[in-house]
């Protein structure tokens, strides 16, 4: 990493020069040109002021509130597809064929309608139960994916609502 130093001129003006420059030559406004000390010499120098400016803060509160929404977003999104996609059985795993509902009369469509109004019937079979269960499951994880959507996009729009910083000139 090069160092800056400040080499002294006889007219009273001083250049700056990095340790790049040991044992070159400057020339002075004067019309002097000036040896510079080689790299065991440099130390001699008095050192230059850092001239880097003062790094402000990257991030204010409305960069964090924009981050905090995006990622309850894309967990919300990414949520909601893990269930609709893997966690939701497949639509034709529940439906009853049309061939049976064809043959019900229309007298055991309405006790067996009521039964399932009434809730699942103790004589269902398992794995009637165990598609209901997965299809509930799944509903509530969309539905929960869904608000996770939604608080996040509040977080990410109340980010807007904060006022922005004032840049402050660096004083370095």
Request: hydrophobic letters at 45%; aromatic letters at 6%.
């Amino acid at each position: 990493m090069a160092s800056d130093y400040l080499l002294p001129c006889a007219c009273g003006r001083t250049h700056r020069i990095s340790s790049r420059q040991a044992g070159g030559t400057v020339a002075c406004a004067c019309g002097a040109s000036l040896e510079v000390p080689t790299m065991r010499e440099l130390d001699r120098l008095e050192p230059a002021a850092s001239t880097t400016p003062v790094r402000q803060k990257a991030w204010g509160l409305r960069q964090g509130l924009m981050f905090l929404g995006s990622v309850i977003v894309g967990g919300g999104v990414a949520a909601g597809c893990y269930f609709s996609l893997f966690v939701m059985p497949a639509p034709q795993e529940g439906e009853v064929p049309q061939a049976t509902l064809d043959a019900l009369q229309p007298a055991e469509a309405w006790a067996v309608w009521g039964g399932y109004r009434r809730g699942m019937p103790r004589g269902a079979p398992p794995d009637l139960a165990l598609l209901v269960y997965q299809r509930n499951r799944a509903q509530s994880g969309v539905h929960l994916a869904w608000m996770a959507i939604a608080l996040g996009g509040m977080i990410a729009a109340s980010a807007f609502l904060v006022p922005r910083a004032k840049l402050r000139p660096s004083t370095a």
